[in-house]
């Protein structure tokens, strides 16, 4: 039965149809082409033709629900996507027709309106969850770079300005259940069952319609910044160098001096322009995962536990003041983060910047050759990421000059509260 959204009754979840087995646009994930694969529809504007849990624009779906409720928005409006088509052709590549291979995005996702564009003039509200365009970048580290001749321009990649032409990428997550409870271990029902109580019963879905596989989650999802030719990502014999980059706002943004995020990410972009400079591509993947992916309040209260401890804030408790606060040290967890390199094609990473074991692993066990690792120079450590950096090396992160043994690490201490 289809229940418009329009009217005073609220359905609280849906069932499967009885007595039917195949939905109007079925799911079938990594089948060979689009069309058999089918369209991601997670618009609400006709709920009979939903296939997917959840709604499209992660977290930005609360937005557009205030937007309707203060009547500034009509609740059946759909995209004009005139024009919004992609400035670069990414894929398809095989990777995209593996199941296994990609599960937390939609490989179709910035095509939507291509490949299903029968499909939209029909009628059915289907939404691109991927969008492709170009930009010029400016930040300072890149003129400190040029002004100290690292970096010279070439006039396509880095301009005489300092801008650098990239084409950048905004992912959503589109969660394929059953392959991401594989990567993490679990069974589907468990993992569907986990999220619908951990979300405090937000996607009754979850757990009422397990002939629905996919699910939109309010989370935020990617971007990638991509310096040079996009085709060298998929030329074997051209030269990829990436950082995969997690989001700290307070040293991204405001440069916070705690920890090394923003000095590492500058440091990518420079190698990245380097890269593209000499025939090669770069790759920033730029992932919401603010503060370890357990979110900025968490983070700003570990740091007040950090620097208020007996002893005050020491590389050796580092990774234990996050626990305290948050049951976990870290909820990034980075078997899903693969997924956007392999939707890129990229099968080798010849510079990565990045000195995580976790991010290495959860690559290299995906199948992306890594070359080289390469760590933070240590002069772009700031005044009060010693701490972080020290403890991370000894965590196991990459380091070619040896981690802290465990004096070592006791003697790491940062600033004081009432130093700041
Ligand atoms: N919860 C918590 N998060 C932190 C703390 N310090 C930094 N972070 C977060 O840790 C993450 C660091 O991410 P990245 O810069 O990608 O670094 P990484 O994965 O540790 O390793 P690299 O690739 O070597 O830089 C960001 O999400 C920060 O917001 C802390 O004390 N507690
Ligand atoms: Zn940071």
Known sequence: MTTPNRTTHIRLTSHPEPGTSTHRFPLRWGAATPK????????????????????????????????????????????????????????????????????????????????????????????????????????????????????????????ASGDISVTKVAVDPVWHLPGIAQRFGVSDSVLRRTLFEQTGGMYPELVTRPDMNVFLPPIGGATVYIMGDVAALTDDK???????????????????????????????????????????????????????ALG??????????????????????????????????DARFQQLMPDVLHWLGIRRIDRLMSMSNMKHDALTESGIEIVERVPIPPELVPPDASVEIEAKKAAGYYTPDGAPDADGLAAVKGRDLEKF
């Not at 599960?103 to 299903?116: K, N, R, Y």
């Not at 950082?243 to 001096?257: I, K, Y």
């Not at 090394?260 to 990410?265: A, D, E, S």
């Not at 050796?316 to 626990?323: H, I, K, V």
């Open 238 to 292: 051209r030269r990829i160098a990436c950082r995969v980059h997690d989001e700290c706002n307070g040293s991204d943004v405001f440069g916070s001096d705690i920890c090394t995020c923003r000095p590492y990410l500058m440091h990518g972009i420079e190698e990245c322009v380097r890269e593209a400079q000499t025939g090669g591509a770069g790759v920033i993947v730029y992932n919401r995962k603010e503060g370890r």
């Open 296 to 329: 900025e309040v968490t983070k700003f209260l570990v740091y007040n536990a950090r620097k208020r401890q007996e002893g005050g804030d020491q590389a050796s408790t580092y990774f234990e003041r996050t626990e305290c606060v948050a049951g976990v040290q």
């Open 36 to 159: 058999e694969r089918g369209p991601v529809i997670g618009s609400v504007t006709n709920p009979a033709d939903r296939n997917v849990i959840g709604a499209h624009g992660g977290a930005y779906s609360l937005y557009r629900a205030l937007a309707i409720s203060a009547r500034a928005m009509n609740p059946l409006a759909r995209p004009d996507l005139t024009n919004t088509h992609p400035t670069a052709g990414i894929g398809p590549h095989p990777s995209w027709f593996d199941p296994d291979r990609i599960v937390s995005l939609d490989p179709w996702g910035h095509m939507a309106g291509e490949v299903f564009a029968e499909e939209i003039a029909s009628g059915v509200d289907i939404r691109p969850t991927i969008a492709v365009t170009k930009a010029r970048l400016n930040v300072p580290e890149i003129l400190a770079a040029m002004g100290a001749k690292r970096l010279s321009p070439d006039g396509t990649v880095l301009h």
